[in-house]
């Protein structure tokens, strides 16, 4: 039992020592230009540019609020991923990320990874998200890795 619990404790011991990297956010976004083709129908292929301002609240309580740009773009047909895009928040980081409808919900389920800009606190780190985004908004999940 004891050999069982020093596991434990070793298992989660990183996690706890982490949990400031841990964090949840809300995004707002508005859209500044695109382009498309062809200009009307259903059925595009194009970009967007859109200004965003997100909203972080970090494991142990902090918050702070990003704002940048990010572009998004639909992949060709048959592509892994429906649409995907780059983010920046100038003074903190740079997104990568791809989405995929959600049939279940009304919306996408993205995946990015992060890259922390040279002149922020995340200098040097990377890390994860995972969010739902819709008409109401983005919602999700992230950690920066060590």
């Known amino acids: 039992m004891k050999i069982l619990a020093a596991a434990l404790l070793l298992v ?6 982490q949990a400031a990297d841990n964090f949840t956010f809300t995004t707002t ?14 059925s595009f292929q194009g970009a967007q540019i859109t200004s965003f301002s997100t909203d972080v609240i970090y494991g142990d309580g902090h918050k702070e609020t990003v704002g940048g740009k990010c572009s998004v773009w ?17 003074g903190a980081y740079t ?4 989405c995929q409808p959600d049939q279940a919900k009304d ?9 922390g ?12 998200v ?10 999700g999940v ?3 890795n060590d």
């Open 29 to 42: 976004g508005k859209t500044i230009d695109g382009v498309r083709v062809p200009a009307q129908g259903v």
């Open 107 to 115: 919306g996408l389920e993205c995946w990015g990874y992060l890259i």
């Open 12 to 17: 989660c011991a990183p996690v706890a020592a």
């Open 142 to 144: 992230g950690r920066w």
């Open 117 to 128: 800009a040279a002149e922020s606190r995340y200098k040097g780190r990377t890390g994860l």
């Open 74 to 90: 639909k992949n060709p047909p048959g592509a892994q991923f429906d649409q995907s895009g780059v983010c920046t928040s100038p």
């Open 130 to 139: 995972t969010y739902h985004s819709s008409a109401k908004g983005i919602a």
């Open 95 to 98: 997104m990568q990320y791809s």
